[in-house]
């Protein structure tokens, strides 16, 4: 198992700025997964990221918009850069701990509201 | 590619009352199934799986049989309660893709009146 510590857990940011979000991890995991989770809707993989390499992003996602670090095996960040309303959310840190889909684990998620 | 289609919410019943969420999905390999459910405020946690055929997943009352024939995996309990009002989502696991990445249904809100 894995527990997952992940904040802040929520925030309120004028438009323009930038939030990042943190995920520590309390074992080494290979793989962490960042999601987004819009009001009302399921949840939408936003980028893979994986220690020791850059992170790899779905369609639709961008690194100048979502930078991701991953600096070691237990911890990742997500930033949120030029915020608009429309990047209100809730974002959802999540890991995998063997790699062969057994079972996903999450943070408590950051809800995020761009004024 | 890989999907998950899961009913609508919200589903709204009577506290004792039987549940069933209907899941359904397409997988090109040999999927694992999940049903994951979110307490209002929460993150999401596993609630049960099923890693093969006729499988069935079981934890905390509710259960989930992974039919291959009808390609479901429905989400059913024989008496909820309100502690259960929670937003329930369906994934799989597909073994064809390396990085085992969940695909989830839409999320069904279920709302349990006392």
């Known amino acids: 198992s894995a527990v997952i510590s992940q904040k802040p857990s929520r925030d309120i940011c004028q438009r323009g700025t930038s939030l990042t979000i943190q995920c520590q991890v309390d074992?080494?995991?290979?793989?962490m997964f960042w999601y987004r989770q819009q009001p009302g809707q399921s949840l939408t993989l936003i980028a893979t990221?994986?220690?020791?390499?850059?992170?790899?992003?779905e369609s639709g996602f961008v690194i100048d918009k979502f930078p991701i670090s991953r600096p070691n095996l237990t911890f990742s960040t997500l930033t949120v850069s030029n915020m608009s309303p429309e990047d209100s959310s809730i974002y959802l840190c999540s890991v995998e701990v063997d790699r062969r889909g057994t079972e996903a684990f999450f943070g408590q998620g950051t809800r995020l509201t761009v004024v | 590619g890989d999907s998950v289609t899961q009913m609508e919410g919200p589903v709204t019943l009577s506290e004792e009352a039987f549940l069933t969420i209907n899941c359904t999905y397409t997988?090109?390999?040999?999927?694992?199934l999940f049903w994951y459910v979110q307490y209002p405020g929460e993150g999401l946690q596993l609630l049960l799986k099923a890693t093969k055929a006729d499988d069935k997943g079981s934890n905390k009352g509710f259960e989930a049989t992974y039919r291959k024939e009808t390609t479901s995996f429905h989400l059913e309990k024989g008496s909820v309660q309100v502690s259960d009002s929670a937003v329930y989502f369906c994934a799989l696991s597909d073994s064809m893709d390396s990085n085992y990445q969940l695909i989830w249904g839409a999320g069904t809100k279920l709302i349990i009146k006392p």
């Open positions: 074992s080494q995991v290979t793989m």
């Open positions: 997988a090109t390999g040999y999927p694992s």
């Open positions: 990221a994986n220690q020791g390499s850059e992170a790899t992003y």
